[in-house]
Nanobody
């Protein structure tokens, strides 16, 4: 059974950083394409970033240069390093594997 569990969210000031984690079970993150999405209050699901099986990484324009997606095959965990956070980054962040999604982790950027 595929399971995804996000963690690492919290309250951070504008300009700050957070690292989100997504612990996976039921499959191996290494040879898999995986995504980060987010959902801001009152808005739909927004794609953030994808890491492909071969290692290629892609980012939404608003996150490029600030966010970095990575994975640790030994820990079977996906990460999202978020720097230079802005208030508009406030959202629930989800990792996804195909149609599978975790419960999400809340990120709030506020002074």
């Amino acid at each position: 059974e595929v399971q995804l569990m996000e963690s690492g969210g919290g309250l951070v000031q504008p300009g700050g950083s957070l690292r989100l984690s997504c612990a996976a079970s039921g499959f191996s993150v290494g040879p898999s394409a995986m995504d980060w999405f987010r959902q801001a209050p009152g808005k739909g699901l927004e794609w953030v970033s994808t890491i492909y099986a071969g290692g290629k990484r892609t980012y939404a324009a608003a996150m490029k240069g600030r966010f970095t997606i990575s994975r640790d095959n030994a820990k079977n965990t996906l990460y999202l390093q978020m720097n230079s956070l802005k208030s508009e980054d406030t959202a629930v962040y989800y990792c996804m594997y195909g149609e599978h999604r975790g419960q999400g982790t809340q990120v709030t950027v506020s002074s």
